[in-house]
């Protein structure tokens, strides 16, 4: 199974901005579609944003316009780049392998807080 680190998560006022990074642990996420994904407490865990091999960016509609998807190929790293937030968009993120992933799919990493409070 693949591993993935999360990182970047934090505490943030309304409006403000973080950008949180996803590398694989011991293996080249270069050849591989990256997405992240977000729980809030008390919610299924959603799809935020996907980025193809190729470079081609997909966002769920609740953050389309705000957050940014991207990867350095030579760093092994994608990033999210979340701008304008809302408490909404408080959560834990992880990243995976694909745009969706099926719901019985278990092997999460422990993924990166991010609290939008005042």
């Known amino acids: 199974q693949l591993q993935f680190v999360e990182s970047g998560g934090g505490l943030v006022q309304p409006g403000g901005s973080l950008t949180l990074s996803c590398q694989g642990s011991?293996?080249?996420?270069?050849?591989?579609?990256i997405g992240w994904f977000r729980q809030a407490p008390g919610e299924e865990r959603e799809g935020v944003s996907c980025?193809?091999?190729?470079?081609?960016?997909t966002y769920a509609d609740s953050v389309k316009g705000r957050f940014t998807i991207s990867r350095d190929n030579a760093k092994n790293m994608v990033y999210l780049h979340m701008n304008s937030l809302k408490s909404e968009d408080t959560g834990v993120y992880f990243c995976?392998?694909?745009?969706?992933?099926?719901?019985?799919?278990?092997?999460w990493g422990q993924g990166t807080q991010v609290t939008v409070s005042s």
């Open positions: 011991d293996f080249r996420i270069n050849v591989y579609t």
């Open positions: 980025i193809s091999i190729s470079g081609t960016t």
């Open positions: 995976e392998t694909d745009c969706k992933k099926d719901p019985s799919f278990n092997a």
